[in-house]
């Protein structure tokens, strides 16, 4: 069974920074694209960050300049930084990695979801 255990979300003032983690447990074989999504009240889910394998990464125009995503393999889990922060950047933040289980097929794996919160 693969998991994905999200950690860091909270209440943060605009201007303000928040570190979302992401640890993958569980019977893997290897672990491919990893990535953060999120969805505001009303609205669809969207990609924020995305990181392959190899390291390369992709932002939503919107966050480009103030998030960064990174990853450690070693833990299998996946980072974003987000800095200056802004109250439209409030939502559920998920974690989405694709993975290939020791036994199953290769799949997309989402985490339960943590709520980020700018106000002031």
């Known amino acids: 069974q693969v998991q994905l255990v999200e950690s860091g979300g909270g209440l943060v003032q605009p201007g303000g920074s928040l570190r979302l983690s992401c640890a993958a447990s569980?019977?893997?074989?290897?672990?491919?694209?990893m990535g953060w999504y999120r969805q505001a009240p009303g609205k669809q889910r969207e990609l924020v960050a995305g990181?392959?394998?190899?390291?390369?990464?992709n932002f939503a125009d919107s966050v480009k300049g103030r998030f960064t995503i990174s990853r450690d393999n070693a833990k299998n889990t996946v980072y974003l930084q987000m800095s200056s922060l802004k109250p439209e950047d409030t939502a559920v933040y998920y974690c989405?990695?694709?993975?290939?289980?020791?036994?199953?097929?290769?799949?997309?794996?989402w985490g339960q979801g943590t709520q980020v919160t700018v106000s002031s």
């Open positions: 989405n990695a694709n993975i290939r289980p020791q036994n199953g097929r290769r799949g997309d794996y």
């Open positions: 569980g019977s893997i074989f290897s672990i491919y694209a």
């Open positions: 990181i392959t394998s190899g390291g390369s990464t």
